[in-house]
């Protein structure tokens, strides 16, 4: 159903955006000879080849933990690929997907976690609106950090220069296409590819007009930090400290207990989670709760070391010297992966960060993870890979526009980070949010899970398979193209729920989400799921 969704919204944003555009033996023959003509420095052109909508291609060579074996397309394009050498040492691979329904505008997609894939459903998702659009492998293959063993040009490729190379690149390849410039420049991406965007306003402020960066991994060394010591933190299976699978659900309900009526209304959807001062005392095995003692209940209850992990979780990470290193894990994102990903008993992908990055020993034990390699990541900071610059002027005075989102439930990167580099924003330029408002607007998500998924309204058009509509109000990136072009601001972003997570079976309820520092909040009376009936207050 999201292929053929996604080819009728192209062909709406056709309409809206651009005329359409049939494939022409011009088109064809243009797109056959590009690869031949171009002349990209220190570039192998591979190929540039007619792709029709509706084909499936394959990449038998694609690294299996990209798991991105094959890719439907939505619309008529040339595809163009090459590799381009960054140093003796290291390449990036990347792909330019040139739409015959061109509207004149370019993009570029982002990667995720430390891969190392390029992300072929983001390429046809923005194609597939005519934007010539391109995406690298970030200067490596595959999802794990191995190739930045004792290769630092590979680990700059990472951060910061496979993007900005790919963009350099990719504008060029565009233009020798369809011989004229593009009008207008948009970047969009979420995890590691909300950092990447970050990284291009704060280092790259010419590249883009528009900028959507969602669950932004930030931060990025105190982020690993923080991923990386849950493993130590909950430890191996069996051992004391660990909290059990089963327990996650109890966790969770427990939570909504405390926090959920904090934005007027109980639905299982925490609208403001930083608001939650989760105690989980009341799970302590041998605790009266209601009058009802659960010393007898060992499926139920944590132990007391259990308990002091659990608070540890949702409390922030410190260094020694009582200095934050990275936010607690926000309430709500145990209900959307955060036990899978954190509290299984075994390391986290980041942990590659220290291994391959850090102190180049694959053999490094992520168990032995310590608060002083915290701040020997955080010292080193390799390339400035941190990405928390708060002078975002050179940016705003290029005249760029950057839409900054965080999902409230999100359990891979807190969502509790976002806010703080807004405000770390605000400091460094002194502006207050109404000043902000000119170019860098931040919008919180309540009930998304990383990037997409969860219980609430979460489906904002970040990404194909996360699209509703191409109406801006309720598509981010369709809401950028009216900030940038036509100085639409948002001031709000409508996401849809459907019933079951299944666009098939209707639409459950939709949600205004809030531009920062406003709140949604459930005015007590009405609808619940009308989003009328809330206020961002």
């Not at 883009?208 to 669950?215: E, R, T």
Request: charged fraction near 15%; hydrophobic fraction near 35%.
């Amino acid at each position: 159903m999201r292929s053929s969704a996604l080819i009728f919204l192209a062909t709406l944003a056709q309409s809206a955006y651009g005329a359409p555009a049939n494939v022409t033996n011009d088109f064809s023959s243009k797109c056959t000879a590009l690869a031949s003509s171009l002349n990209i420095p220190h570039g192998n052109v591979s190929s540039s080849a007619l792709v029709s909508a509706g084909s499936t291609l394959q990449f038998p060579n694609s690294d299996p933990s990209c798991g991105r074996s094959s890719q439907s397309v939505s619309v008529n394009m040339c595809r163009v690929t090459l590799t381009i050498a960054t140093s003796n040492r290291s390449s990036i691979a990347m792909e330019a997907w040139l739409p015959a329904n061109w509207t004149g505008r370019f993009l570029s997609t982002g990667n995720g976690g430390l891969g190392g894939c390029i992300q072929y459903e983001d390429l046809d998702y923005a194609a597939s609106l005519g934007f010539a659009t391109v995406g690298t492998n970030n200067g490596h293959n595959g999802m794990t950090g191995e190739s930045f063993l004792n290769n630092a040009d590979v680990v700059e490729d990472y951060a910061y220069r496979a993007l900005h190379t790919g963009v350099v690149v990719g504008k060029k390849i565009s233009a020798s296409f369809y011989g004229a410039e593009h009008s207008k420049s948009y970047y969009l991406g979420c995890s590691t590819g909300g950092r990447q965007g970050m990284k291009e306003a704060q280092t790259f402020p010419e590249d883009f007009d528009g900028i959507v960066a969602g669950a932004p991994a930030m931060a990025f060394n105190n982020l690993t930090s923080w991923s990386s010591h849950m493993f130590p933190l909950n430890g191996l299976p069996g051992t004391s400290t660990f909290i059990p699978l089963e327990m996650w659900p109890v966790i969770a309900q427990d939570i909504m207990n405390q926090c959920d009526g904090n934005d007027g209304l109980v639905d299982g959807i925490l609208e403001s989670p930083d608001l939650c001062e989760y105690n989980p005392e009341g799970l302590t095995c041998g605790v009266a709760i209601n009058g009802t003692n659960m010393s007898g209940n060992t499926t139920n209850c944590l132990t007391p070391t259990q308990v002091q992990t659990l608070k540890s979780i949702y409390s922030p990470l410190l260094d020694a010297n009582g200095d934050l290193v990275y936010p607690r894990l926000q309430p709500g994102a145990e209900r959307t992966g955060a036990p899978q990903t954190y509290f299984m008993g075994q390391r986290f992908g980041a942990a590659d960060w220290f291994a391959y990055a850090i102190f180049n020993d694959p053999n490094w034990d992520p168990l032995s993870l310590t608060p002083a390699d915290y701040v020997l990541s955080s010292s080193m900071n390799r390339f400035n890979i941190e990405t928390f610059e708060g002078d975002l002027s050179a940016f705003q005075k290029k005249g760029g526009k950057l839409l900054h989102y965080h999902g409230l439930a999100d359990g891979v990167i807190s969502g509790e980070n976002s806010p703080r580099y807004y405000q770390h924003v605000s400091d460094t330029m002194g502006l207050a949010s109404a000043e902000l408002d000119e170019f860098y607007r931040y919008f919180t998500v309540s009930g998304m899970a990383h990037c997409a998924g969860g219980p609430g309204a979460a489906n904002i058009g970040n990404m194909a398979r996360n699209s509703a509509s191409l109406d801006p109000q309720e598509n981010v990136l369709m809401r950028m193209v009216e900030w940038v072009e036509n100085g639409k601001a948002p001031e709000s972003i409508t996401g849809t729920a459907f019933v079951d997570g299944n666009p098939e079976s209707g639409v459950a309820f939709k949600r205004r989400h809030c531009k920062w520092p406003a709140r949604n909040q459930y005015q007590g009376s009405g609808d619940t799921n009308n989003e009328d009936d809330w206020e961002c207050v």
